[in-house]
């Protein structure tokens, strides 16, 4: 019997679920996309498997490794669908989950609205004890009053507690003792410690992330033991693993265990396969947009690393507007999403305004041109009238759409009100999402410095690729990227990533007055905590290419922010503090544009990284061709709309599948394949790379002036 060879990568996303069947020897991938099942998601993964491995030809036991992304945790939050929960803390301190920071996220709103709390008061419960700030006993735990706090836990029928005591990130011995007293008193409750799941400074961030962990535990639990036995029935007998929003993939039962950390799994794996195509292709630098039947993602790459975050907000009540949603403190690859996919609901507001999202059709009853019962005109519905969809080809034709429906329900719902035609309306449906996604894409680049002309606008996702051009086109961009299968590149993130998970001690105090062996106790211990976890996913502690990555929060003394520090090996081996002190001042000088050389430097918390190496998996090539004409790939032409000409033109339509390497094309163009449409607009040159990638070229770009200094220099 052969060894297995193939790595399955499956994303639940909020309309459809994608597939990709990667041979981790040739490079060659298989893909599957199909609507997601919102009742039962496993079913819906049973439904794209199958043909997935008949069209393969392959079975449970030629899989190698499954690694699963999902939107579960993040809808579960969203919608307040999680299990009963309860809050246990120090007594004196249950209110602190709904006073926050006591930061008004909009100081002028008089009638601000404050996101719904996932523990109410009357699960909040309180128990004597108390640490000091180094983690000392002050006042031992009362024991026999958390016998009476089990008693009102089994009366109010609480499926998961959340334990989180003052200080316990220094010492995790209270919490531990009172998880123990009452898994004896309550057998099958869910229990969090914040010791465990966030153990850093900042009681509210460190509270609200326990119990956010602890509200959907059971669900995680149940919907994951669903999946792994939805996979045993197709005979795929090894561990399930699942993408975190580190940027890295874990076993199901560290899943199981911090479900927390699964928040946007899907958006970071779209990030990660950006970054390997990016490596193969030698561009380190880009702008990854992906946008799906739900909601758009965009994040920044540079030198082939997404930037990260430590603290994540979900649920907003205000789009955009920081402290309006419930901070979740993980680490997780920084993206900023907005509500605008496929299938974003567009509507007039009642200034009489055309507005797009953020409420979706998902996959039931989807976009009115679905045909399962939906009449609210989409995005969607919009791209299909202008002509960039092809009715009878969407899904590669597994699913037909009702062009008659789309334009009935654009005509109703924004043309009547409006005045206008069906197509006017879709035309202005059309440029109102672009110009939200572009006011997002613009906000996420500056914060972080950049200049968007000097970065390629990588797209991907079902809708993607569809809205690139004219978003790279408004940013006057470098070009656009669409890699071969965009419409499950998220997927394609999956099966390409690393084994890894991130941990985090705060551990206060002066760097010039810690003892060196005090915080080489406190990095071998969340070091040996991750190798362990690699061990779990079968890979070996002194395997080749293991890396264990030390990093440290730092500020000034004073300063109420931190700026997180890379440790060199050498330096940590050294353990020279002063060492520490100079890369820290190098490091705000380069964000901030000045250090206070003369303040000492304080460490807040500190981080380890324990991570395998990444699958050695290649990228195939999309063969040679003669020359760039690229007739033999032309389907047929379409009427399409192009806003730069401001009218319905005769587009070509290309077969992506017929295009090789070296082919051009002069746009306007449309390039279907079966998880996703290109639309190439009148200023764009499409060339295909030796990978099949599809490169759009725009007039006035960088690039392109690039390459023409590279052509006068050679005549």
């Not at 899943?255 to 490596?279: N, Q, W």
Request: with cysteine; proline share 5%; hydrophobic share 40%.
């Amino acid at each position: 019997m052969s060894e297995p060879r193939f790595r399955l990568g499956f994303d639940i996303g909020g309309t459809f679920t994608d597939f990709v069947l990667l041979d981790r020897q040739s490079g060659t991938t298989h893909l599957n996309k199909c609507l997601t099942t919102p009742d039962d998601p496993s079913r819906g993964v049973m439904d794209g498997l199958t043909p997935l491995f008949e069209a393969a030809g392959v079975a449970g036991p030629d899989i190698e490794i499954a690694i699963h992304a999902t939107t579960l945790i993040t809808n579960a939050l969203i919608e307040r669908k999680g299990a009963r929960t309860a809050l246990l803390t120090t007594r004196g301190f249950r209110d602190v989950l709904e006073m926050g920071t006591e930061v008004r996220y909009d100081i002028y709103d008089l009638f601000l609205e404050k996101p719904t709390l996932l523990v109410p008061r009357a699960l909040r419960l309180e128990v004597t004890e108390r640490l000091d700030k180094n983690g000392t006993v002050l006042t031992p735990l009362d024991e026999d009053a958390l016998r009476t706090v089990a008693q009102t836990l089994r009366a109010e029928k609480v499926e998961a507690l959340a334990i989180a005591f003052l200080h316990s990130f220094r010492n995790p011995v209270h919490e531990q003792r009172a998880a123990a007293i009452l898994r004896e008193e309550l057998p099958g409750i869910s229990i969090c410690l914040s010791s465990a799941v966030a153990p850093e400074i900042r009681e509210y961030e460190r509270m609200s992330t326990t119990a956010a962990n602890a509200y959907v535990q059971p669900i995680t639990r149940a919907y994951l033991d669903k999946i792994e036995g939805r996979l045993a029935t197709m005979d795929y007998r090894r561990r399930l693993y699942l993408m975190i929003s580190s940027g890295g993939i874990a076993g199901a039962q560290t899943a199981k265990d911090f479900p927390i950390r699964m928040l946007e799994s899907g958006p970071t794996a779209g990030v990660l396969a950006a970054i390997y195509y990016g490596r193969q292709m030698g561009i380190d630098s880009m702008v990854t947009f992906d946008m799906g039947g739900t909601t758009a993602k965009i994040a920044v790459v540079k030198n082939y690393e997404a930037a990260k975050s430590n603290l994540f907000e979900v649920g907003r009540v205000a789009r955009f507007k920081k402290g309006s949603g419930l901070p979740v403190k993980i680490p997780m690859v920084e993206l900023i999403e907005i509500g605008a996919g496929g299938g974003s609901i567009a509507h007039i507001d009642q200034l009489g305004l055309l507005k797009v999202g953020p409420h979706s059709s998902g996959a039931m009853p989807g976009p009115a041109s679905y045909g399962r019962g939906g009449t609210k005109p989409t995005v969607t519905d919009a791209n299909l009238a202008l002509g960039y969809l092809d009715a009878n080809y969407f899904l590669g034709g597994a699913m037909k759409l009702d062009l008659g429906a789309a334009q009935s329900a654009l005509a109703e719902h924004i043309g009547a009100p409006l005045g206008l035609a069906a197509e006017a309306a879709a035309s202005g449906l059309f440029e109102v999402v672009n110009q939200n996604m572009l006011a997002a894409m613009k906000v996420h680049i500056a914060e972080r410095g950049e200049d968007p002309r000097k970065f390629y606008l990588f797209a991907f996702g079902g809708a993607g690729p569809a809205h690139a051009y004219e978003l790279a086109r408004a940013l006057q961009m470098r070009g656009v990227i669409i890699p071969s299968g965009a419409g499950a590149t998220s997927a394609m993130g999956l099966v390409t990533a690393a084994i890894s998970f991130d941990y985090a001690r705060s551990y206060v105090a002066r760097l010039d007055k810690v003892a060196w062996e005090d915080l080489r106790a406190v990095f071998e211990g969340m070091a040996a905590e991750g190798l362990s976890v690699l061990a779990e996913a079968g890979v070996a502690p002194n395997a080749p290419g293991v890396e264990v990555t030390h990093r440290m929060d730092l500020r000034h003394k004073g300063q109420g922010h931190e700026v997180t520090v890379t440790l060199p090996r050498a330096v940590y081996e050294r353990g020279s503090v002063d060492e520490i002190a100079q890369l820290f001042y190098a490091a705000h000088q380069e964000k901030y544009g000045h250090a206070h050389f003369n303040l000492p430097v304080e460490l807040i918390t500190c981080r380890t990284m324990v991570g395998a190496p990444p699958p050695a998996v290649p990228l195939p090539s999309a063969g040679e061709t003669a020359g760039t004409e690229a007739g033999t790939a032309l389907k047929g032409h379409r009427r399409a709309y192009f806003p730069e000409l401001g009218a319905f033109v005769e587009t070509p339509v290309y077969d992506r599948y017929r295009l090789r390497s070296g082919m051009e094309i002069q746009g306007p163009a449309i390039i279907e394949e079966r998880e996703c449409t290109v639309v190439a607009g009148p200023s764009a040159t499409v060339r295909i790379d030796p990978f099949g990638s599809v490169f759009l070229d725009l007039a006035n770009s960088e690039a392109a002036r690039e390459r023409e200094l590279v052509d006068v220099q050679r005549t």
